[in-house]
Nanobody
Framework: QVELVESAGGSVQPGGSLRLSCVVS????????MAWFRQVPGNEREFVAA????????LYADSVKGRFTISRDNVKNTLYLQMNSLKPEDTAVYSC????????????????????WGRGTQVTVSS
């Protein structure tokens, strides 16, 4: 059984920074591709960023490119999302996701490609 638990989110002013983490327990070492998604109530879940275990290849949504950085610590079994220059439109519930599949770049952004999900954490960007 694989469990993903996100850190607490928070509230931040526009232009501020926040770092999310996601601890993986269970078969953590087999989770080859991991990702962050976000969702605003009433909207569909949106891809944010993904990373592969071995080569650390990353993929970002255009809306966060240059502002967000995804990383992972395979020793600590933890996924991170560093969010800088936050905007009000970044407000959402952020969830981490994982799969044992080693997706090619073009497939890393689809939520259907992930088998395990965290419960999500709220991030609010407001002045």
């Amino acid at each position: 059984q694989v469990e993903l638990v996100e850190s607490a989110g928070g509230s931040v002013q526009p232009g501020g920074s926040l770092r999310l983490s996601c601890v993986v327990s269970g078969r953590a070492s087999s989770m080859n591709t991991m990702a962050w998604f976000r969702q605003v109530p009433g909207n569909e879940r949106e891809f944010v960023a993904a990373i592969r275990r071995g080569d650390r290849h990353t993929l970002y949504a255009d809306s966060v490119k240059g502002r967000f950085t995804i990383s992972r610590d395979n020793v600590k079994n933890t996924l991170y999302l560093q969010m800088n220059s936050l905007k009000p439109e970044d407000t959402a519930v952020y969830s981490c996701a994982a799969t044992s599949r080693n997706w090619i770049l073009s497939a890393m952004g689809g939520e259907e490609g992930y088998d395990y999900w965290g419960r999500g954490t709220q991030v609010t960007v407001s002045s």
